[in-house]
T-cell receptor, first 115, second 114 residues
Framework: NAGVTQTPKFQVLKTGQSMTLQCAQDMNHNSMYWYRQDPGMGLRLIYY???????DKGEVPNGYNVSRLNKREFSLRLESAAPSQTSVYFCASSAQLAGGTYEQYFGPGTRLTVT | DQQVKQNSPSLSVQEGRISILNCDYT??????FLWYKKYPAEGPTFLISISSIKDKNEDGRFTVFLNKSAKHLSLHIVPSQPGDSAVYFCAASVRSSNTGKLIFGQGTTLQVKP
């Protein structure tokens, strides 16, 4: 049981280049999320998908797009990378528990540097 | 505006003593709170949670306290162990949103010295 997997683990981009971060989960979870972690800022939600076929903006969506390809996969695309997008990106998934609560499971992260 | 705040970036305690990590929130709609632990080069992992209908939840060495009137929660670790050294994030959610969205604090780095 792999849980949440992310590829790549590391990436260096030049300003203006594009790339897609891949995320997959094998826990049959309905909801998936993309976060970025920056020093002193904690984890900030970029986009989320509450269920297959839906996506919504989080706190910091500018400069990103997402695709919920199927129930397992949720990708994050940077169309034109900027140095401000240098960060560690985490994907997470969750299922609804008893009482309407959720518990998110995180992938290992992708460390992205934009020069 | 930061809806969930962890005002202490770091905390250092001796092994065997109590660690107390604090978290404040501003949104009165939050009704479910969680703590996550993160080691370097790994993703965060769930530690403990509390619903707004409770004021305390305990799991082994970890206890979370919630003071709704003060919009404050804290995580107590007793006794602290060197393996507890990590970054701790508190998070909050609104259960009725049915999205599972979490709003995280900035994190507190805990160092437990042997």
């Amino acid at each position: 049981n792999a849980g949440v997997t992310q590829t790549p683990k590391f990436q260096v981009l030049k300003t203006g280049q594009s790339m897609t971060l891949q995320c997959a989960q094998d826990m049959n979870h309905n909801s998936m999320y993309w976060y970025r972690q920056d020093p002193g800022m904690g984890l900030r939600l970029i986009y989320y998908s509450a269920s297959e076929g839906t996506t919504d903006k989080g706190e910091v969506p500018n400069g990103y797009n997402v695709s919920r390809l199927n129930k397992r996969e949720f990708s994050l695309r940077l169309e034109s990378a900027a140095p401000s997008q240098t960060s560690v990106y985490f994907c997470a998934s969750s299922a609804q528990l008893a009482g309407g609560t959720y518990e998110q499971y995180f992938g290992p992260g992708t460390r992205l540097t934009v020069t | 505006d930061q809806q969930v705040k962890q005002n202490s970036p770091s905390l250092s305690v001796q092994e065997g003593r109590i660690s107390i990590l604090n978290c404040d929130y501003t949104n009165s709609m939050f009704d479910y709170f969680l703590w996550y632990k993160k080691y370097p080069a790994e993703g965060p992992t769930f530690l403990i949670s509390i619903s707004s209908i409770k004021d305390k939840n305990e799991d082994g060495r970890f206890t979370v306290f919630l003071n709704k009137s003060a919009k404050h929660l804290s995580l107590h670790i007793v006794p602290s162990q060197p393996g507890d050294s990590a970054v701790y994030f508190c998070a909050a959610s609104v259960r009725s949103s049915n999205t599972g969205k979490l709003i995280f604090g900035q994190g507190t780095t805990l160092q437990v010295k042997p």
